[in-house]
């Protein structure tokens, strides 16, 4: 049986936390289509206000993988959604 000390996550640095949060909005904002992009960024930020309290080394640990898996899935994302981009602009994104 493999000790506790080897399973445990390693409890991420604030600085660390605040660029995995930077670079999901950063990801946020590379999808062309205006839905898309704003559902990405509002549930970056819900989820990191959600986890904010979070004081368990455990749930803060598992709470940053969480979030770097999330970075993958929406990097993976953007490729996707840029090859089958919409032809026309949102109303949202027109500028006036």
Known sequence: ?????????????????????????????????????????????????????LSDPDAIASAFSDGTAQLEVAKRQVIIYSLYAPKVKSIMDVKP
């Open 1 to 53: 049986m493999a000790p506790a000390a080897a399973t445990a996550r390693r409890v991420p640095a604030k600085s660390e936390v605040l660029g995995l949060f930077r670079s999901l909005l950063r990801t946020a904002r590379q999808f062309t289509d205006y839905n898309i992009r704003e559902y990405t960024k509002r549930r970056t930020v819900d989820g990191f206000r959600m986890n904010r309290t």
